[in-house]
């Protein structure tokens, strides 16, 4: 059964080639069908296309559709394009004519954009929590490890001090900024496409202000051509957003593996956490961490191939746009498995104390040396040759104990009630309460 079924049948490579992977997906998207179903209803009856008792009985057969998806007892009939199809087959089945009433109005089109701008906000909405939570353990973890130096890298060479403190609370940062990424896609997913129809309105008087309100929507796309427009640019929005996330995640990934080689030997974790080999008894891998490095790279592949699907395709929907889900879906349910990993693993994370101590490392303090010269009145360039040629003469013995760092976001001012504000500030930002108050209201 198809919503635009008549009396000439496709043939059935058609149907399997062109419904492709939808079903794997489609339950994803039942729950917020349901939800876009409610508000069009609802707005049905304001405009006088059903009655109140019309309504009622939607509304109830809607809440129970929705409650069967949440107890996991709903289910796409064999034969049955899609759960916008299900849907609609269902309240007819129950209700009779009153469900062939409810696609009064609307079209596949904007009826499955509206189903997809709710998922992707409920999906953001979980992606702030997962990085909230994650950023607060990095702050907690960056005061806690304040003072224990580690070496800095450039061009993968040893550079000059770190601390753990100024590691763990960099990635806090990153994330409050990805944050801003993802408050810019969240604003395009938080527009209301209903009423668009096939992406150029609909004859009857649609009170497209009403599903705004009645779904949490803080604005609809106005104009119907750009509407439909907003499927695929949403995506590659929002998969934009993830790569700069996903690459956030990624360098911290990278950093832990290498970081936790025994040559390195800076970090561990319990061994609980690790994996083993097959004939090497003796091995720990953080296969976790490789697994969210490569995670991440697959998301940061993302805007690409959605940039490729969308290239040369005129105004108005195309069933390219189909296709859109088999990436933009996946990743976000990859984003959201490597937030929460990170905060396990990181939970337990060890940290080597003393590190800079080793002789090792002398060469990492040159530009305190260089600094300390500088300060008693010699030119920074012949405190520079000074401190080079002592080095080449294998005569520079600096104090590895002394770090004097005191401006903002140096090893020894933090700034972390600063980035925690930043972060707050963030999340403060996307408002889910007012969504969450619509919803409530839509199903109460």
């Known amino acids: 059964m198809k919503l635009w079924q008549k009396s000439t049948l496709s043939k059935r490579e058609v149907d ?18 349901v939800l876009g179903s409610m508000a069009h209803a ?8 059903l009655s109140q008792a019309e309504n009622q009985i939607l509304q109830k057969g809607l809440k129970k559709i929705y409650l069967e998806i949440q107890t996991n007892s709903f289910k796409i009939d064999p034969g049955v394009e899609d759960v916008h199809s299900q849907i609609e087959l269902l309240l007819t089945k129950r209700y009779g004519e009153v469900g062939k009433k409810l696609h009064s109005g609307r079209s596949r089109n904007d009826q499955v954009a509206v189903a997809l701008k709710l998922y992707y906000r409920s999906a953001i909405q979980e992606l ?28 993968t060479q040893l550079a000059m001090p770190s601390s753990f403190g100024l590691w763990f609370s960099a990635f806090a940062e990153g994330l409050s900024e990805d944050l801003g ?23 009857f008087p649609l009170d497209r202000n009403l599903t705004t309100r009645l779904l949490g929507f803080e604005d609809l796309h106005h104009n119907v051509i750009n509407a439909q427009a907003s499927r695929g640019k949403t995506e590659k929005t929002l998969s934009f957003a993830l790569a700069g996330l996903a690459g956030t995640l990624n360098k911290l990934a990278s950093d832990t593996c290498l970081f936790s080689n025994p040559h390195f030997g800076f970090i561990s974790f319990p061994e609980e956490l690790t994996t083993g080999s097959s004939i090497m008894p003796h091995k720990k891998n953080l296969d976790v961490f ?55 693993m990181l939970r337990e994370i060890q940290v080597k104390k003393g590190i800079l101590e080793d002789p090792f490392y002398a060469h990492l303090f040159s530009v305190e040396e260089v600094n300390a010269l500088v300060l008693q009145g010699i030119p920074f360039r012949d405190a520079y040759q000074q401190i080079g040629k002592a080095i080449e003469e294998q005569r520079f013995f600096p ?39 619509a919803i409530s209201k839509l199903l109460a």
């Open 16 to 33: 399997q080639f062109t419904i492709g992977k939808d079903p794997e997906f489609d339950l994803l998207l039942a729950p917020f069908d």
């Open 399 to 437: 104090d590895q104990k002394k770090v004097m760092h005191s401006h903002e976001g140096s090893i020894g001012n933090l700034c972390l009630p600063e980035i925690q504000s930043k972060i707050s500030k963030k999340v403060a930002a996307f408002d889910f309460q007012k969504i969450e108050k």
């Open 290 to 344: 490789e697994l969210i490095r490569a995670k991440t790279n697959q998301i940061q592949g993302v805007p690409t191939t959605i940039t490729q699907l969308l290239t040369n395709l005129i105004s108005g929907y195309h069933r390219d746009m189909q296709v859109l889900k088999e990436e933009i879906f996946p990743a976000l349910e990859r984003m959201k498995s490597c937030l929460q990993m990170s905060t396990f």
């Open 128 to 155: 702030v929590a997962e990085i909230q939570q994650l950023s607060t353990l990095l702050l907690e973890l960056a005061e806690k490890h304040k003072n224990d130096l580690m070496p800095g890298y450039t061009h």
């Open 42 to 49: 609802s707005m049905l009856r304001s405009i006088g296309l």
């Open 181 to 203: 990424l993802i408050q810019m896609a969240f604003e395009l997913c938080n527009k209301n496409p209903l009423g668009s129809a096939a992406g150029y309105g609909s004859s």
